[in-house]
């Protein structure tokens, strides 16, 4: 079948509904494409953007790959506020110590502008170089950690304590937060990104009640996707892990595009967020894109398509962040699925 859309109208549509060439896709390729060019991790970001951009370029330009994906969510405050906090491997960026020792050293939180601070100009470079690279035909993706995930990443697990004990200091840290993360969301766009996105699963049914949540979870959340909205930038959520008992409040949270885990239906999923915005998921990354053979990435990825796309408002994707080791051959047939998928025209 002949594309007539390029990716990035293509999801553009998909996101208001309207008709679609083909099935667009989305899977994300931060890390897939660093292996591919056998960059490790602590050299990527001790390098100049260009290393970084040509691993994705290589993904657009020699593996048919629909989207360019920044190199950010790397716990950017964490090492703003502390960089000793932070420790970069080979394969990942780690916090290995918490920068704030008691819920009470919030009070001393220093003002901020994150603008010039630590990684950030790096990752703005980088989203530039891959605007750029796009020549308005890809999307350019730019990720954030989300006020309570960043908190936690201060804090570590005391968070949780704290917020039975201390409530109101963490509000104070989860405005603080929020202050920034908005900040950061306007320089990516600034920058050329077209979708800032993020993920929490620090506040989702595993690890916190439905009251802690709205309080503590959903309503900084909510605030940050209306905000860009208000501005007019498009968004994306991760709803990573289990949501059961609050999927009804992750589909108000106002994102554009709700990147959906293995615990959802998307059936349900679909018709519970409606026309407020599209859906993408659920093909298993682990069982399926980085164990599976083949045949099985084919048949989970024609399922997904299938249950999902009729009606449009559907992106074919993971349920999770794409493993680094996926092996290529499943990567292409995921790609290949949404290029040879047959829309069914049903009603829009
Ligand atoms: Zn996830």
């Not at 299938?306 to 092996?327: E, H, K, Q």
Request: hydrophobic content about 40%; proline content about 4%; glycine content about 8%.
């Amino acid at each position: 079948m002949t594309s007539t859309q390029t990716p990035l109208e293509r999801l553009e549509q998909t996101i208001e509904g309207h008709q679609v060439d083909r099935l667009p896709i989305l899977i994300l390729t931060k890390m897939f494409g660093l292996k591919q060019l056998g960059i490790a991790v602590n050299d990527c970001l001790k390098s100049s953007p260009d290393l970084y951009v040509k691993s994705q370029r290589h993904c657009v330009e020699e593996l048919g790959h629909e989207a360019l994906w920044a190199f950010s969510g790397i716990w950017e405050i964490n090492e703003i506020l502390d960089p000793s906090t932070i420790k970069d491997t080979e394969d990942a960026r780690l916090v290995h110590r918490h920068y704030l020792n008691s819920i009470e050293d919030v009070k001393s939180l220093p003002g901020l502008l994150v603008k010039d601070q630590g990684k950030i100009p790096w990752v703005l470079e980088i989203i530039k170089k891959l605007k750029s690279l796009s020549e308005n035909r890809y999307p350019v993706f730019g990720h954030l950690s989300m006020p309570f995930e960043n908190a936690f990443m201060l804090r570590g697990n005391d968070l949780y304590k704290d917020l039975i004990r201390s409530p109101a200091l963490v509000h104070q840290l989860l405005e603080y937060i929020l202050e920034l993360d908005l900040q950061y969301a306007m320089l990516m766009r600034d920058a050329g990104a077209d979708i800032i996105w993020g993920t929490n699963p620090t506040v989702n049914a595993e690890l916190m009640s439905n009251k802690h949540y709205e309080g503590f979870g959903f309503s900084y959340d909510q605030r940050f996707f209306s905000t860009l909205r208000e501005k007019g930038i498009k968004t994306m959520f991760h709803a990573c892990g289990d949501w059961s008992g609050r999927v009804d409040k992750v589909f108000e949270l106002g994102a554009d595009i709700y990147y959906l885990s293995r615990h959802f239906d998307l059936k349900e999923a679909k018709k519970n967020l409606g026309d407020r915005g599209a859906i993408m998921g659920n093909v298993p990354v682990v069982d399926t894109l980085l164990q599976g053979t083949s045949q099985e990435v084919e048949r989970q990825a024609t399922a997904c398509a299938n249950l999902a796309s009729i009606g449009g408002r559907y992106i074919l994707g993971a349920d999770c962040t794409s493993p680094r080791d996926t092996p290529p051959e499943n990567m292409a047939t995921i790609f290949r699925v949404a290029k040879e998928f047959v829309l069914s025209q049903g009603e829009r």
